[in-house]
Nanobody
Framework: QVQLVESGGGLVQARGSLRLSCAAS????????MAWFRQAPGKEREFVAR???????LYADSVKGRFTISRDNAKNTVYLQMNSLQPEDTAVYYC????????????WGQGTQVTVSS
């Protein structure tokens, strides 16, 4: 059974930092892209950052320069270092793994809450 398990969320004051982790298990993730999305109350889920198998990264404009995504392929784990957090970063953060070539797949974690107080 494939599982993506996020951890590291919590309550932090504005301008603080948090590091999220997502451990993937249940199949091989060779070649997969790993990403973070978030969903704030009353809003749609939005893209935050993505890292490819080879380490190329992509960020949403809203987090560029503040967040850093990385991965450890040996551990099937992806990280999101979040610095200079702001109240508008408050959301449930979801981990995603997808493979855009055969055999194609797209998996989601259950999410971890990040709350930034002003």
């Amino acid at each position: 059974q494939v599982q993506l398990v996020e951890s590291g969320g919590g309550l932090v004051q504005a301008r603080g930092s948090l590091r999220l982790s997502c451990a993937a298990s249940g199949r091989t993730f060779t070649g997969a892209r790993m990403a973070w999305f978030r969903q704030a109350p009353g809003k749609e889920r939005e893209f935050v950052a993505r890292v490819t198998w080879s380490g190329s990264t992509l960020y949403a404009d809203s987090v560029k320069g503040r967040f850093t995504i990385s991965r450890d392929n040996a551990k099937n784990t992806v990280y999101l270092q979040m610095n200079s957090l702001q109240p508008e970063d408050t959301a449930v953060y979801y981990c995603n793994a997808d493979l855009v070539i055969p055999p194609y797949y797209n998996y989601w974690g259950q999410g971890t809450q990040v709350t930034v107080s002003s």
